[in-house]
């Protein structure tokens, strides 16, 4: 009878070992992109993320836009239990406001705005280097970054981009009604 059991068990994790090559391949395509991590470069999939809401913010230590951390941590701190992650992406592209190395900007990420929401190293964001991931946020949303802190919401699905402008602040009623509305979009 033992034996049974554990054969069963073992049939049943073999099924499990099994799926997970599937799940991998259903990334979708917009997530299937690796980028080193801000505080030590260790490579980041965004398809991690896949079935999440995910806000992503080209970012900047000396900008006008900089307090916006504070704003962001505090959306990501209230919603990522309901399946919120916010990313960052550190950028140089507009006005050198982030000519730091990638450990300075994640030492003042931690002690300035106590950043707890995962941060990629820095990033091209516009033309002439835009990165793929960027080109495809673009693509789909229709708008391209025109500053620092502009934001991209993508739902679950990995198929629908939304734009918001520098000026949208992270706890502007436009920008929580749309990550509270595509919180409750099943995945």
Same mark, same amino acid.
């Given at each position: 009878?033992?034996?049974?059991? *554990? #054969?069963?068990?073992? #049939?049943? /994790? ?8 599937? @799940? /991998? @391949?259903?990334?979708? @395509? ?23 809401? &995910?806000? *992503? *913010?080209? #970012?900047?230590? +000396?900008?006008?836009? !900089? ?18 992650? *916010? ?27 106590? &950043? ?6 820095? #990033?091209?964001? /516009?033309?002439?280097? !835009?990165? @793929?991931?960027?080109?495809?946020? &673009? ?9 620092? +802190? ?9 198929? !629908? ?14 920008? &929580? ?11």
């Amino acid at each position: 009878m033992a034996f049974r059991h *554990v #054969t069963q068990l073992l #049939t049943i /994790a073999a099924g499990l070992f099994a799926a997970l090559p599937a @799940a /991998a @391949a259903t990334c979708p @395509a917009l997530l299937d992109y690796s980028f080193p991590r801000l505080q030590d470069s260790t490579p980041q999939s965004l398809c991690q993320y896949q079935g999440k809401v &995910i806000l *992503v *913010v080209n #970012t900047a230590s +000396f900008c006008g836009f !900089t307090g916006q951390y504070e704003g962001l941590e505090a959306v990501y701190d209230k919603y990522k239990g309901h399946g919120l992650v *916010v990313i960052g992406f550190p950028s140089n592209d507009f006005g050198d406001q982030e000519p730091g190395s990638n450990k300075e900007i994640a030492d003042f990420c931690r002690m300035t705005y106590g &950043i707890k929401f995962p941060m990629m190293a820095k #990033t091209d964001v /516009a033309a002439p280097k !835009t990165h @793929a991931f960027y080109k495809q946020l &673009i693509a789909k949303s229709g708008a391209a970054p025109k500053w620092n +802190f502009h934001k991209y919401l993508i739902d679950r699905s990995g198929n !629908t981009v939304e734009s918001f402008g520098t000026r949208i602040t992270p706890d502007d009623r436009s920008l &929580i009604a749309s990550i509270e509305r595509r919180l409750a979009e099943k995945p």
